[in-house]
C-alpha cells in the first residue's frame, strides 16, 4: 500500500473515531439527564472559540463572518454553557441551561439590540431545537442547531410572524472551532466537566486537565 493510500485510511479512521465518539455523547441523551452536569456533557465541546460563517437567507448573496466564545459557568451542582459573540447581527450574548424538572434545554440571550429573549426546547437525533415559548405580537422565533462533529455544527435561526402557520428562515450558520484541526488524536479530559481539558495542572506529584 501506498503511502498517499496509507494516509488516506489513516484520516479516515480519525474522522470515524472522533464522529463515534460524538455520536455516543449525543444519544446517552435519549436517557434523561440525572443532574445538570450529564445535561451539559453532549454540548461541552462548545466551550472554546467558533468562527461563525452567517448567511441572509433573503438575501443569499450576503454573508458575513462573527465569532462566539463558549466557557462553563459552574455554581455549586449547577452546569450551565455561557456565550459572547463578536460581530453577530441576531445575539450579544447568551446563557444555555437545563430545567431538571420539566427536561427542558432553555437559552436566556441578549439580542443584538440590548433586548432579553428565551428559548426552549429539546434533542431531535443530533438536533437541538429552541422556539420562543409563546408568540407576542410581532411573532416568534426558533434555533435550530445540527451538531455534525466536535468541531463543527450548523444552524439556523427562523421567524414566524403573529398570526402565521409557516417558518420563515432568516439567517443560518456554519459553525467551525478556531485552533482545532480537522482530524487530531484524543484529547486529555478534565477533571472539573469531564470535558476537553487544555490546562496542564501538576499537584502532589501528578499531572491533572482541566478546561
Do not use: H
Amino acid at each position: 500500500m501506498g503511502m498517499k493510500a496509507r494516509r488516506r485510511r489513516g484520516i479516515a479512521g480519525g474522522l470515524r473515531r472522533g464522529s463515534s465518539a460524538f455520536a455516543l455523547a449525543i444519544l446517552a441523551l435519549q436517557a434523561d439527564p440525572r443532574t445538570t452536569k450529564e445535561a451539559m456533557r453532549p454540548v461541552q465541546f462548545l466551550v472554546g472559540e467558533w468562527k461563525v460563517l452567517v448567511t441572509d437567507e433573503a438575501r443569499r448573496d450576503q454573508s458575513w463572518e462573527e465569532e462566539q466564545a463558549w466557557e462553563y459557568r459552574i455554581e455549586g451542582d449547577t452546569y450551565a454553557l455561557r456565550f459572547a459573540a463578536r460581530g453577530s447581527r441576531a445575539f450579544k450574548e447568551g446563557l444555555l441551561t437545563y430545567d431538571l424538572a420539566r427536561k427542558t434545554y432553555r437559552l436566556e440571550v441578549v439580542r443584538a439590540s440590548g433586548t432579553p429573549a428565551s428559548f426552549e426546547g429539546a434533542w431531535a437525533g443530533r438536533e437541538l431545537k429552541l422556539e420562543e415559548p409563546q408568540d407576542s405580537a410581532s411573532g416568534r422565533e426558533r434555533l435550530t442547531f445540527q451538531f455534525l462533529r466536535d468541531n463543527r455544527f450548523l444552524g439556523t435561526l427562523e421567524r414566524r410572524e403573529a398570526g402565521a402557520k409557516a417558518w420563515r428562515p432568516v439567517f443560518s450558520y456554519q459553525f467551525t472551532k478556531k485552533g482545532v484541526p480537522f482530524v487530531r488524536a484524543e484529547r486529555p479530559k478534565c477533571v472539573v466537566t469531564g470535558g476537553t481539558g487544555d490546562i496542564e495542572v501538576r499537584y502532589q506529584g501528578k499531572t491533572y486537565y482541566v478546561c
